[in-house]
């Protein structure tokens, strides 16, 4: 078909001779445009699809879930690998658009993470790094759902996904130097997970009761409203903070009211649903969790597993400085090292060899024996942070 990259794909025909093209490759990359200010899920609008020849702009706003399906079987295909920059978002805009997600991919942010380029490197950022490319800026708030879209967005569109191939090249070369190219692609499989897209209720209530200010006998009450508040914002398909911020949800919790008139004078509820007959749900939800103590985790009960105390947190804050240190050292983000919840409890950890370090699941083998070595060292107090020059913090014995 003729080159017609700087226009919307809007047909059927068109959409099925581009899946064929695709289909050819062994490597294709995508990217995504979606709008989601006044909705709970993200509505997408604009799909960017590349080869390392070709590229196109497809406007999903014009074509139906079955029109579209062609690429959809591609980008579930086996044998092509696709590549996509901070696939999170762009995975979630397929799963609510078509109910898939693509696999296999690789994540160039990912990929970068691993590379010494730091941790979510944007991707205007990352070509320039690798590519010596500048990429334009100022669209990053472009109204989307707009037709037509003027001939400079399309082209910002379309620069998004056109050296995502030739990006991924040259990470891969540096992570096979690094033996790190599977460990890239075990982390980027993650973002193929539906489980990701679809957060329990359990969870946000856990990260919210983990408030300093929350007490845990209301956690009950928390749990109730937070189911209340995530059906209702897919109900409605509206952002949760419409309905009510997490810190409405937790005053809610505190003071439990028991009467519709008593919701209605309660501040940052929205008014609609503090109205009949929602209000009766809301009331409910807050009945069912005071019936409800048995909720509360046994880890919450035991908030100090939670929460660092003074002395912990100064030691947290060292902590992180030299893994940011390692992170630089070994090219690798420090996120990757210790994930950030594992923080406190490896500061709380107190091992006795490396052995036990290695062993205890909260240090990334993949930072190797040296890192390791280094690692265990600091926790034992044989190495310490010292400032060289007046200038940069390195460890020092």
């Not at 594992?342 to 930072?367: E, F, I, K």
Request: charged residues 25%.
């Amino acid at each position: 078909m003729p080159d017609r990259s700087l226009e919307l794909i809007q047909n059927s025909k068109d959409v099925a001779v581009i899946a064929k093209t695709l289909s050819q490759a062994t490597m294709i990359a995508f990217d995504t445009e979606f709008i989601r200010e006044s909705t709970f899920y993200p509505k997408l609008e604009i799909l960017q699809i590349a080869t390392p020849s070709d590229a196109w702009l497809i406007d999903c706003q014009a074509l139906s879930k079955n029109e579209m399906k062609p690429i959809l079987d591609v980008f579930q295909d086996p044998k092509i690998l696709k590549i996509v920059h901070a696939a999170h978002g762009d995975q979630e805009c397929l799963l609510s658009a078509y109910d898939i997600l693509s696999s296999p991919v690789f994540d160039t942010a990912v990929g970068a993470s691993l590379c010494g380029l730091g941790d979510n490197i944007g991707l205007g950022n990352l070509i320039r790094s690798v590519l010596g490319i500048e990429l334009p800026k100022g669209y990053a708030r472009t109204n989307w759902s707009k037709r037509p879209l003027p001939k400079p967005v399309l082209e910002y569109a379309l620069l998004d996904v056109k050296h995502l191939i030739e990006v991924a090249g040259i990470l891969f070369e540096r992570l096979d130097q690094n033996g790190r190219r599977a460990w890239a692609m075990e982390l980027s499989a993650k973002f193929g997970d539906r489980k990701l897209y679809e957060v329990p209720p359990e969870d946000i209530a856990r990260r919210l009761a983990q408030s300093g200010k929350f007490h845990v006998r209301d956690y009950a009450v928390l749990l109730e409203l937070v189911k209340w508040r995530e059906d209702r914002v897919r109900e409605l398909d509206v952002p949760r903070r419409w309905l009510a911020e997490d810190g409405v949800l937790i005053d809610l919790a505190k003071i439990k009211p028991t009467t519709v008139e008593q919701l209605q004078g309660f501040r940052g509820l929205s008014r609609g649903e503090a109205k009949l007959p929602q209000a009766k749900k809301i009331l409910s939800a807050i009945e069912k969790g005071v019936k409800n103590k048995d909720e509360i985790p046994k880890d919450l009960k035991e908030r100090k597993t939670l929460q660092p105390n003074s002395e912990e947190s100064l030691g947290i804050d060292l902590l992180r400085v030299v893994l940011s240190l390692l992170s630089e050292q070994y090219s690798i983000a420090s996120k990757h090292i210790v994930q950030p919840q594992n923080v406190l409890p490896l500061l709380r950890l107190h091992p006795d060899s490396v052995a036990v370090l290695q062993t205890s699941g909260l240090v990334s083998p993949q930072l190797g024996d040296a890192g390791m070595q280094r690692l265990f060292a600091f926790l034992k107090g044989d190495l310490s942070l010292a400032l060289e020059s007046g200038k940069r913090v390195k460890l020092r014995q």
